[in-house]
């Protein structure tokens, strides 16, 4: 990366900071570096957006995620010894992407189809927007969610995803008529966004990947995403 990119990203940064009336903090090593919670490393940069995705309990049997994890693990074995940090990184979005088809498919009850629950998970996300992060874009699939977040200073992507879960979670199990029953997969996959072009790339996935997947014929057709007509930003309604 070069100094004029670090620059512009510090200035978006500031920016951000001072028109939500937030001061800047200092590093912490809680918010950077690399941390793993479960099969995928995940790389926090402060300062960052996240592109976020996290799943059902049953939307990925456990032989099904083995067998991808299995893949990977032969993907990195082949790496050169001299391979850098972009191809291996390259990879671990392999996994991610293969995970990423099998979801698609509709596995497991996809309880997040039901609009009521769809409609309380929204709420959940956007209840924090323009307070403790900022909420970019968003997505509700039948059996997963995709978001891109930038938390504020002094907020992590773990602290978020951690009550945001699970809130849901407990509110979704009432709908569902059930007490104590594991709603979501434990792990999540946060990758932070490194540039503006990869942020396009996050973006315009997400946006469609209701359309790919079969469930409308435009990305304003879903009611379950940003891309929604109806779905005002609460971030935006701030700052006007």
């Known amino acids: 990366m070069n100094t004029g990119e670090c620059n512009s990203g510090l200035q978006r940064?500031?920016?951000?900071?001072?028109?939500?009336?937030?001061?800047?903090?200092?590093?912490?090593?809680?918010?950077?570096?690399?941390?793993?919670?479960?099969?995928?490393?995940?790389?926090?940069?402060?300062?960052?957006?996240?592109?976020?995705?996290?799943?059902?309990?049953?939307?990925?049997?456990?032989?099904v995620l083995l067998e991808f994890e299995r893949k990977h693990a032969e993907a990195l074995r082949r790496l050169p010894a001299d391979a850098t940090a972009e191809q291996t990184a390259e990879i671990h979005r392999e996994l991610h992407r293969d995970v990423e088809r099998y979801l698609d498919q509709g596995a497991g009850e996809c309880h997040l189809r039901r609009a009521e629950i769809a409609q309380m998970v929204v709420e959940a996300l956007r209840h924090f927007d323009g307070e403790k992060y900022v909420l970019e874009s968003w997505a509700i699939m039948p059996n997963h969610v995709h978001l891109v977040l930038w938390p504020m200073p002094n907020v992590t992507s773990s602290e978020i995803l951690k009550s945001r879960k699970r809130h849901t979670a407990r509110q979704a199990n009432l709908l569902l008529g059930r007490t104590g029953e594991t709603f979501w997969q434990r792990e999540s996959y946060d990758h932070w966004i490194r540039n503006d072009d990869e942020k396009m790339r996050i973006l315009r996935y997400i946006r469609m990947n209701p359309v790919k997947a079969g469930l409308c014929t435009t990305a304003e057709d879903w009611k379950w995403s940003s891309a929604f007509p109806g779905w005002e930003r609460k971030s935006q309604k701030r700052e006007a």
């Open 13 to 63: 940064v500031e920016f951000a900071l001072r028109s939500y009336g937030v001061s800047k903090t200092a590093h912490s090593s809680l918010r950077s570096g690399i941390h793993s919670r479960g099969y995928l490393p995940h790389v926090k940069r402060e300062g960052a957006s996240y592109f976020v995705t996290f799943r059902l309990a049953d939307s990925l049997p456990r032989t």
